[in-house]
């Protein structure tokens, strides 16, 4: 990660919060989104099916809080903007392409770990990109009032859609219930444009 | 009979230039790797690193040119190796991830040297070192679950433990206290010289790497913290740098160093498990046997000497990554209370130690106490992986 502006800090433990800074809430996604990885890696069976529906339902929840809250602001206020975001884009068309193709197949399918480690490339480079080349550039800017509105907004696009439901509150077929990545990424959408005050 | 690199031949110089291309390495997979490759590689790297430097010094003291234009050739083909070993590294990788493997290379290569080591005061030098090397990775460890929210044994894998060793503030000597005294190059077993050179290298690699890349973080705790660390491995460099006997000419200098890379080559090349990182070590090891007999040459030349008077006769036992966990954890419960006087231990702080403690800390509490405290306000708890138990001092475990 690179920067040279400091960050309003949390006053507590003097670092970034993630509900009061977008660049810290989505690098915490991002170390999430490994940790996802790794779980449907280590997984077999049932569990990695499991695994598998958290991440989809994470990396859905997260590229449409990016593409909504973040890639415009980004386009509109950085110099350079629209460029950067653009690559972005590309990058995450790649991974979606990828993940579509992953979400039709059963993980007990020779094919699934195979193209599994390609999305996971594809995402772990996006990712990286977007915090050097900008998010960097987000906290340059300096608007603090910005990051904390842009948190609030990923944050509830977040609550649509938990990576690891409780057991309880969310009952197995409401699980099921949340549906394709199309569905998920839709209700992201919504909470967004009512968190934010835009209609649809 | 073990592998004697003055018996073997390797790639002429002239022949040891690549293009680009052949430079072009494909790094490492970040998630998938043999945490002990990381480890080989940074190794590797600490070692380029000074052989290219020792090698610009020494050639800043040289007035003949021909001297100059074969170190020169000599020291741009250490800095190709250089690149192709650094390079294995991959660009996905945060620099706080890179931090944690440099402090796993920290820990498991110190204590193997220290176990190894014959000489009873080196090895203390190096028992000592590895403690504070084992609470840096402890504190980065740490930091790095609060700013990527991952954890640590997803680079160290549960080869390496994490939890508290001498408590980083504890590292915060005197100057003066830091300095060692040094082998004596007609008596020391060549073994013990190599270990120097080779602990004192990676050393000197993570403080070039903490002291620049430190400032790139934007979250105040990871500026200070390596800050905070970057210091200490500055005495870190004070300690280790100090074992070797200043007595030694630069062509015994040159012809160490050169054995050194040999040596380590030769043993990464026998324990590597990624294919594609062996045949470097194997390409580089035979690049290497080649400047070691140009420098043996040199030695020859302006010392009157037979490199087989400094040299062992064959190298000796595969330098090794592997576990240290029962080792280090009999070392926290034996030596963590140790700090310097002078060029020897003591387990009593003195007072030129308590003026420096005053000094940097001013009473307050510093960074790598700091960053322990803010984990445990955002998360509820401190991050440690104690595979083995709880920790050994009953005091230091987790409240």
């Known amino acids: 990660m690179t920067g040279t502006a400091t960050p309003d800090v949390d006053a507590g433990t003097g670092m970034p919060s993630p509900d009061q800074d977008v660049v810290a809430l989505l690098m915490a996604q991002h170390g999430e989104i490994r940790n996802l990885f790794d779980e449907v890696e280590q997984s077999e069976g049932d569990q990695r099916r499991d695994a598998f529906r958290g991440l989809v339902r994470m990396l859905a929840v997260h590229e449409t809080a990016e593409e909504e809250v973040v890639h415009p602001y980004a386009r509109r206020s950085v110099e350079g903007g629209a460029q950067i975001v653009d690559e972005r884009l590309e990058e995450e068309r790649k991974a979606k392409e990828l993940l579509a193709r992953l979400d039709g197949m059963d993980p007990a399918d020779e094919r699934f770990m195979p193209l599994l480690q390609e999305l996971r490339t594809a995402v772990t480079e996006h990712a990286r990109a977007e915090e050097r080349y900008e998010f960097a550039q987000l906290r340059r800017i300096h608007d603090q009032g910005a990051l904390a509105t842009m948190a609030q907004a990923v944050k509830a696009a977040e609550a649509t859609a938990p990576t690891h439901p409780h057991p309880g509150v969310e009952s197995g077929a409401e699980n099921v219930a949340l549906g394709p990545i199309a569905a998920i990424a839709d209700r992201a959408r919504d909470a967004i444009r009512k968190a934010t005050g835009k209609g649809r | ?399």
Not at chain 2, 14 to 40: F, K
């Open chain 2, 1 to 399: 009979m073990g592998f004697n690199p003055l018996e073997h031949g390797g790639i002429p110089l002239e022949r040891q230039i690549r293009s680009w291309r052949e430079l072009n390495v494909a790094p490492i997979d970040a998630d998938h790797c043999d945490p002990y490759t990381r480890c080989r590689i940074i190794t590797m790297n600490g070692i380029e690193v000074e052989a290219i430097l020792f090698n610009h010094h020494l050639a800043r003291h040289c007035s003949d040119l021909d001297l100059k234009r074969q170190l020169a050739q000599v020291r741009y083909t250490e800095a190709q190796q250089q690149k192709a070993v650094n390079w294995l590294l991959p660009g996905v990788s945060s620099v706080l991830e890179t931090t944690i493997a440099y402090e796993q290379v920290a820990v498991d290569l110190t204590a193997w040297v220290a176990r190894m080591e014959p000489d009873p005061y080196l090895a203390q030098a190096y028992r000592f070192g590895v403690l504070e090397d084992f609470d840096h990775l402890y504190r980065y460890a740490n930091l790095f679950e609060m700013i990527e929210h991952r954890k640590a044994e997803s680079i160290v894998d549960g080869l390496t433990e994490v939890m508290p060793g001498r408590p980083t503030t504890r590292h915060h000597r005197h100057p003066v206290d830091n300095v060692r005294e040094s082998y004596d190059r007609r008596a020391a077993n060549p073994l013990s010289k190599l270990h120097a050179l080779t602990i004192m290298a990676a050393e000197q690699q993570t403080m070039n790497f903490y002291m620049n890349t430190g400032p790139t973080y934007v979250e105040p705790i990871a500026r200070q913290l390596y800050q905070e660390i970057g210091l200490i491995e500055e005495e870190h460099v004070t300690h280790y740098e100090s074992l070797v006997d200043p007595g030694e000419s630069w062509w015994e200098m040159l012809v160490n160093h050169e054995y050194n890379e040999c040596y380590l080559y030769h043993s990464f090349m026998e324990q590597e498990s990624d294919p594609k990182v062996k045949a470097i070590w194997e390409l580089h090891l035979n690049m290497e046997l080649e400047h070691l007999r140009l420098a043996c040459d040199l030695l020859r030349a302006k010392d009157g000497r037979e490199p087989q008077e400094i040299l062992a006769p064959e190298l000796p036992n595969v330098l090794t990554f592997e576990p240290n966990k029962t080792y280090l954890r009999d070392l926290i419960a034996d030596e963590l209370d140790l700090t310097t006087l002078g060029t020897g231990y003591v387990r009593e702080a003195h007072e030129r130690f308590q003026q420096m403690q005053e000094a940097f800390l001013g009473g307050e509490s510093a960074p790598s106490d700091q960053v322990i405290d803010m984990h445990r306000d955002m998360l509820g708890r401190e991050y440690r992986m104690e595979t083995e138990g709880p920790h050994p001092v009953a005091a230091m475990r987790e409240r």
